[in-house]
């Protein structure tokens, strides 16, 4: 993640109020957008926003949680940090499922929420809670802000530790009688980490270790997670890999990482990952992953993953490398940087012509799959048609679940940072918030909310702001009226027990759209979708559409829990 440099907030000597105060400090910081919702605690900073006159946008949300998700919406698609602004207590509280999930993603936020006078900290006072203390496990740091004069230097500091070394969410905790009190301005936003220098280079011995494994290699494939995104390191990735021909897999939140139809792209690997993918990571004899972070999602039974191979891991954070798999060449550093000490190191071609017609071969006789119903809308038919419609270029958001694999298995993304998904925590109710923030950060954009009907019915009380902008997110409902991994999951492993996992009641979609004053439409058949979608993409403002799907499909292949890579099942009809 590069940071731009930023201005210096110093020795003003003006009379203003910490709200004031930090309302400079982020014009310091180059923020144009604030996600947020009021409250007590923050009056006085709310008031100063109302004073402003900073070039930045407060985007009013109808509920934390939808703030803070299109906040990490906006992270993914620009590179730059969210900015969050809640008040004490439930608004800090509301936040704590967005800021877990960046956590868990790597996503740069700074998250101010608001909190009771210093002189009452401690009392239980009315909307108190201590932020500090629940968000220590899932913030990259956390602050609270005991004298007015820190606040440039903190706010400084938060933006810098969010955005560096391994990016992540940063809460900074302002006391109301911080953000009302006056002060001179008598202070400046320089800081001094010696503690936090994170390693960008990367060790040349390491380099020249991988560079000889690799001229020696006769079964290497690359995986590229998430790390090459947030390095800006997509352009040198494809280089890498297609000077030496080497195969490449994805992980779900490294898709974009490498072209999804480019020459040497396998898709993504691990639980519901492309056969040729996972085979390429079982047989290979050297392992390079770029930038991954060894989910268990993504390997399965640690003692079948990649036992054959040499694994070299290029991680900027140090504590990934040798955490889940044993690593034989580590190196820690910036992807960028790794990649162009390999690209200028002295490599000798591996010979791997027929490692490359092997996978050519898996990927020709075990393609993804799917039955396409008779008339009715098959689920993974209808990704791909929004793939062709949106001629693969749209951006696409989703929310957790079957709907969510058949997006990143069936919409091949050829560009960085147009796939923002929640891996880690898996949270549903993220994708249509996480679409408003992309549109908001790209409104010449095409934006694709694809959700399933369980995890809409979470955030979609955000249709108000999308009216009110008049953004023009598409959301494609796949409706089976069924939370249906939770139901493959009952179908496959408990003898078809569909314990809660049914919906008995859903609304009606279109009529919810159309009390937001958002256009409504339904889809049921397969006839009836190409010309639906050609509809609402050409319509200049949001759309719902509720996509009736077929109900009995399951997400494939699939690695059962315990197995490993190689023991897919469904990988064939
Ligand atoms: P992250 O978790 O974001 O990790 C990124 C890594 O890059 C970290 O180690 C970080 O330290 C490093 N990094 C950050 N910045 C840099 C930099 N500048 N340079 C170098 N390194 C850097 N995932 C799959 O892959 N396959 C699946 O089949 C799959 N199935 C799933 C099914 C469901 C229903 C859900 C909800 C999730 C699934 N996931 C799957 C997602 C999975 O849980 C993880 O979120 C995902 O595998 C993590 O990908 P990642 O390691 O690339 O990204």
Request: with cysteine; hydrophobic share 45%; glycine share 10%.
């Amino acid at each position: 993640m590069r940071v731009e440099a930023k201005q210096e907030v110093e020795g003003t000597n003006k009379v203003m109020t910490g709200a004031d105060l930090l309302i400079e400090s982020l014009v310091a910081e180059g923020v144009d957008t604030i996600f947020g919702y009021p409250g007590g605690a923050v009056l006085p900073i709310y008031d100063a926003i109302y004073r402003s006159e900073a070039p930045f946008e407060h985007v009013l949300f109808r509920h934390e949680q939808g703030s803070i998700h299109a906040a990490e919406g906006y992270a993914r698609v620009t590179g730059k940090p969210g900015v969050v602004l809640a008040t004490s207590g439930p608004g800090a509280t509301n936040l704590i499922t967005g800021i877990a999930d960046a956590m868990m993603d790597s996503l740069p936020l700074v998250v101010f929420t608001g909190q009771v006078a210093r002189g009452v900290i401690g009392t239980d006072a009315f909307q108190e809670s201590d932020i500090l203390g629940i968000t220590t496990p899932i913030t990259k740091y956390n602050y609270q802000v005991k004298q007015i004069d820190d606040l440039p230097r903190i706010i400084s500091e938060a933006f810098h530790i969010a955005t560096t070394g391994r990016p992540g969410p940063v809460v900074v905790d302002i006391p109301k009688d911080i953000s009302a009190d006056l002060t001179t301005g008598d202070f400046d936003n320089h800081f001094d980490l010696p503690g936090y220098q994170p390693t960008e280079k990367p060790n040349p011995l390491q380099i020249v270790k991988l560079a000889e494994a690799l001229g020696r290699a006769k079964r290497p494939v690359i995986l590229a997670g998430a790390g090459v995104l947030f390095a800006d390191a997509a352009e040198e990735l494809k280089e890498f890999a297609e000077r030496y021909d080497l195969p490449v897999a994805t992980t779900l939140l490294g898709l974009g990482s490498y072209p999804g139809t480019g020459s040497q792209a396998l898709g993504m690997a691990g639980m519901h990952g492309t056969y040729a993918a996972n085979m390429a990571i079982y047989e290979s004899d050297l392992l390079i992953n770029i930038g991954a972070r060894f989910d268990d999602r993504l390997t399965g039974n640690l003692e079948h993953f990649a036992i054959h191979a040499k694994v070299a891991h290029i991680d900027i954070d140090p504590a990934e490398i040798g955490k889940n798999i044993k690593t034989d060449i580590p190196v820690v550093a910036d992807a960028k940087e790794a990649l162009l000490a390999l690209l200028s190191a002295d490599i000798t071609q591996p010979d791997i012509t027929a490692w490359n017609e092997k996978i050519a071969s898996n990927q020709q006789a075990f393609p993804l799959w799917y039955e396409r119903s008779d008339q009715l809308l098959s689920p993974q038919w209808l990704l791909e048609q929004i793939y062709k419609e949106t001629s693969g270029k749209a951006i696409v958001t989703t929310d957790v679940g079957q709907h969510q694999m058949w997006a990143a298995q069936f919409y091949a993304f050829d560009k960085p940072n147009r796939w923002v998904t929640s891996g880690g925590l898996g949270t549903m109710g993220f994708g249509f918030p996480a679409a408003v923030g992309a549109q908001l950060a790209c409104p010449d954009d095409t934006v694709v909310a694809v959700v399933g009907d369980g995890g809409f019915q979470m955030t979609f009380q955000e249709l108000a702001v999308v009216r009110e902008r008049n953004l023009s997110v598409k959301v494609l409902i796949v409706n089976n009226e069924a939370l249906g991994m939770v139901k493959q999951w009952q179908g496959s492993f408990y003898e078809g027990r569909y314990s809660e996992s049914l919906f008995g009641f859903n609304p009606d979609f279109v009529k919810l759209a159309d009390s937001f004053g958002v256009r409504g439409m339904q889809i049921t058949k397969e006839a009836d979708l190409p010309a639906a979608l050609a509809e609402a993409f050409a319509y200049d403002g949001p759309v719902v559409i509720d996509c009736r799907v077929v109900k009995q499909t399951a997400v494939y292949p699939m690695i059962a829990p315990g197995k490993g890579i190689h023991e897919m099942i469904g990988v064939t009809k």
